[in-house]
């Protein structure tokens, strides 16, 4: 599967951001979808996870009740809302893609992952 992340930007805090991921080339529905993110001189971390067929999500604690991730299996496509924004969300912002079977738990582990978006800058300004 292909994943093509966009919806990044550059904000202000208390702002909102939507990033979409775009899924192409394979059965979309088969996969378990993350969301992860970079800030510089940081590694990779864990934002969000959804299962295959959107009923299950899992957060990291830092952007819970701020962050909703979300899927569109007729248009093969996952989504960040992002709320209320900080300046310590300030990241590359990464869609991930797993084959799962249906009831697999959600995975956190990055490595856990087989396939990963380009990446969309999202930028927090105080």
């Known amino acids: 599967v292909q994943l093509q992340a966009s919806g990044g930007g550059l904000v202000q805090a208390g702002d909102s951001l939507r990033l979409s991921c775009a899924a192409s080339g394979s059965t979309f529905s088969r996969y378990g979808m993350g969301w992860f993110r970079q800030a510089p001189g940081k590694e990779r971390e864990f934002v969000a996870a959804?299962?295959?067929?959107?009923?299950?999500?899992k957060y990291q604690d830092p952007v819970k009740g701020r962050f909703t991730i979300s899927r569109d299996n007729t248009n093969d496509a996952v989504y960040l809302q992002m709320n209320s924004l900080k300046p310590e969300d300030t990241a590359v912002y990464y869609c991930?893609?797993?084959?799962?079977?249906?009831?697999?738990?959600?995975?956190?582990?990055?490595?856990?992952?087989?396939?990963w978006g380009q990446g969309t800058q999202v930028t927090v300004s105080s």
């Open positions: 959804i299962s295959r067929t959107g009923g299950s999500t």
């Open positions: 991930a893609a797993k084959a799962i079977a249906l009831y697999d738990p959600l995975f956190e582990d990055d490595t856990s992952y087989d396939y």
